[in-house]
T-cell receptor, first 117, second 112 residues
Framework: EAQVTQNPRYLITVTGKKLTVTCSQNMNHEYMSWYRQDPGLGLRQIYY???????DKGDVPEGYKVSRKEKRNFPLILESPSPNQTSLYFC????????????????FGPGTRLTVL | QQPVQSPQAVILREGEDAVINCSSS?????VHWYRQKHGEAPVFLMI?????EQKGHDKISASFNEKKQQSSLYLTASQLSYSGTYFCGTLMNSGGYQKVTFGTGTKLQVIP
């Protein structure tokens, strides 16, 4: 089954304790992205990657890191989480097929609900 | 800067129509529409490109006014399954620009 998976689905942690949220897709997509969703603010893009070793900042990258060493994986790293990073996080992927993300839909993972105390 | 969606919320009775609008202050290359049901991930509905090209579900219609940087999603003869939050995502008119900026969403509730 074609899908985007995220782990963990739920996480409660404390301020300053480094954590990684994994994202994996089995559709051979070039484009992958991370979003956070907060009430009243919609979906905001954190980072995106157009291919292996190619990443770029979205609208809210502060406090996050990403890496794209393999095409299928795009982990989100919070090196020193703070309470304002409490949010619902979505990973998404898309096939760019030579036409870029302009023309291609994103497939979203199920989400990771993160609470930072 | 996030695009502005209107209305923020709307309640419809089954069979009624609705229009959801998305407006940007910047020149757009494409607009994407997604629907998110409560507790689920967003799901793709439509893509509209500068120049008139469209891609999406047959039962959903939308428009893109390039001059005004506005897009509208038309939901006709609404069904209970249409309930959810609708997001527009905008992509700027810049070569190689791959960043997607979503609006804050329009919550649609369809009641019997």
């Amino acid at each position: 089954e074609a899908q985007v998976t995220q782990n963990p689905r739920y996480l409660i942690t404390v301020t300053g304790k480094k954590l990684t949220v994994t994202c994996s897709q089995n559709m051979n997509h070039e484009y992958m992205s991370w979003y956070r969703q907060d009430p009243g603010l919609g979906l905001r893009q954190i980072y995106y990657s157009m291919n292996v070793e190619v990443t770029d900042k979205g609208d809210v990258p502060e406090g996050y890191k990403v890496s794209r060493k393999e095409k299928r994986n795009f982990p989100l790293i919070l090196e020193s989480p703070s309470p304002n990073q409490t949010s619902l996080y979505f990973c998404a992927s898309s096939s760019t097929s030579g036409r870029a993300i302009y023309y291609n839909e994103q497939f979203f993972g199920p989400g990771t609900r993160l609470t930072v105390l | 800067q996030q695009p502005v969606q209107s209305p923020q919320a709307v309640i419809l009775r089954e069979g009624e129509d609705a229009v959801i609008n998305c407006s940007s202050s910047k020149a757009l290359y494409s607009v994407h529409w997604y629907r998110q049901k409560h507790g689920e991930a967003p799901v793709f509905l439509m893509i509209l490109l500068k120049g008139g090209e469209q891609k999406g579900h047959d039962k959903i219609s939308a428009s893109f006014n390039e001059k005004k940087q506005q897009s509208s999603l038309y939901l006709t003869a609404s069904q209970l399954s249409y309930s959810g939050t609708y997001f527009c995502g905008t992509l700027m008119n810049s070569g190689g620009y791959q960043k997607v900026t979503f609006g804050t969403g329009t919550k649609l509730q369809v009641i019997p």
